[in-house]
C-alpha cells in the first residue's frame, strides 16, 4: 500500500465510521503507532484535515460533524506522477491566467499538491524553475475586466460593454451575451453575439475597458452556428469563409510550416521540387497578410488574385521605407 493509498484509507475510515480508535488504524492498515502519527500529522499540517482526538469516544473523528462529507481532501487522489503533471499543467495555466482570474481559486489546490510533492524527490519549486513560457505575441494588458466575463460566462448573463476597437480607433457601448473564451496566439478574445451590431463578434479582452453584469439571460447560439461563423474561416476574424487561399512554401520554408495548423480544414501536399503547398479557406485578410509577409521571400500566393494583390501592395509600401 502506498503512503497515499493509505493516507486515503485513514480519511475514508473516520468519514464512514465517524470515530476511530488508534488501534483499529492500526490493525487495519498494518501500520505502527509511530506511522500512524506521522500521517496524522501529515494530513493535518499539509492537508488542512480537521482530525481531532476525542478522549469520551475513545478515538479520532472530524472536528465539526459533517466535516467528513464536506472535506474532500483532492490531493489524496493524486499519486505522485499524477500531483507532479498537475504542478506542470498549473504552471502552464498560470502564464496564460494573465488577469488572475483562475490563481486565486485554485491556490489552495496547488497547496495540497504541493505538501504532497514536498515529501518526493522531485519539489514543485524544481519543476517550475525547470519550465519557462513565453508569449511572444502577448499583449501586456491588465485585464481588469476578466472576472466579469467568466461570471457571465458560466451565469448566462449578457454583459454590457466599453469596447475600444484598436482597428477603428472608437470606442463604443454595447450589451452582448457571451458565448465562450479563446486563447488564440498569446491573447484571450470573448466570442459574443452582439446586441448593437445584430450579430456574432469577437472582442479583444484587452480592449474591454469596462464590463457589467446584466440581469438580462443570454441569446444562445448552437454549436453549429459559432462553428460556421468562427472556425470556418482562417484566423480570429469572424463570418463564414468567403475565399479560398493558396500557398506555396520553399522547401526550407517547409520544414517549419508544414508542421504547422494554419487551418482546421486546410489541405496540403508537397510538388515534385520540394515546395509546400497549402490550401485553406478565409474570409477578411488582414491578419493572413501579416502572416504571410512573415515569411518573407519563402512564400508565395498562388491565389487568389486579390489577396496575391494585397500582399504584393503590402511588400511595395515596405520596401519604399527602405529605398533610400
Known amino acids: 500500500m502506498s503512503d497515499m493509498e493509505r493516507l486515503h484509507r485513514i480519511k475514508y475510515m473516520i468519514q464512514s465510521r465517524g470515530c476511530v480508535p488508534i488501534e483499529d488504524f492500526m490493525t487495519s492498515l498494518e501500520i505502527s503507532r509511530a506511522t500512524f502519527k506521522r500521517d496524522l500529522d501529515y494530513l493535518r499540517d499539509r492537508m488542512n484535515a480537521p482530525i481531532v482526538y476525542d478522549r469520551s469516544m475513545g478515538g479520532y473523528r472530524f472536528d465539526k460533524p459533517n466535516a467528513g462529507g464536506k472535506i474532500e481532501l483532492p490531493g489524496l487522489w493524486f499519486s505522485e506522477k499524477e500531483a507532479t503533471a498537475l504542478v506542470l499543467m498549473q504552471h502552464l495555466l498560470a502564464n496564460l491566467d494573465t488577469s488572475g482570474l483562475l490563481s486565486p481559486h485554485i ?115 448552437s454549436e453549429k452556428e459559432l462553428h460556421e461563423n468562427f472556425a470556418e474561416s482562417y484566423g480570429i476574424f469572424s463570418g463564414k469563409a468567403t475565399q479560398r487561399a493558396k500557398l506555396r512554401f520553399t522547401p526550407e520554408k517547409a520544414r517549419w510550416v508544414s508542421a504547422e495548423t494554419w487551418h482546421g480544414q486546410q489541405v496540403s501536399s508537397f510538388d515534385k521540387d520540394g515546395n509546400y503547398v497549402l490550401e485553406f479557406d478565409y474570409n477578411q485578410n488582414p491578419e493572413l497578410v501579416m502572416e504571410i509577409m512573415k515569411h518573407g521571400d519563402g512564400v508565395e500566393v498562388i491565389g487568389p488574385a486579390s489577396l496575391k494583390s494585397k500582399v504584393r501592395a503590402e511588400l511595395e509600401k515596405a520596401l519604399k521605407k527602405y529605398a533610400s
Open 107 to 221: 491556490a489552495p489546490l496547488m497547496d495540497i499538491v504541493d505538501g504532497i510533492l514536498g515529501q518526493s524527490e522531485v519539489s514543485a519549486k524544481e519543476l517550475r524553475k525547470r519550465i519557462k513560457v513565453f508569449g511572444m505575441s502577448a499583449r501586456k494588458n491588465v485585464l481588469e475586466n476578466f472576472e466579469e466575463v467568466g461570471v457571465s460566462l458560466l451565469k448566462r448573463q449578457r454583459l454590457q460593454l466599453s469596447y475600444y476597437s484598436k482597428g477603428k480607433n472608437e470606442l463604443t457601448e454595447r450589451a452582448v451575451s457571451p458565448q465562450r473564451l479563446i486563447f488564440y496566439r498569446d491573447n484571450w478574445y470573448l466570442d459574443a453575439y452582439c446586441h448593437l451590431r445584430k450579430g456574432l463578434r469577437s472582442f479583444a479582452m484587452d480592449g474591454i475597458r469596462k464590463a457589467h453584469v446584466l440581469e438580462d439571460k443570454t441569446t444562445e447560439v
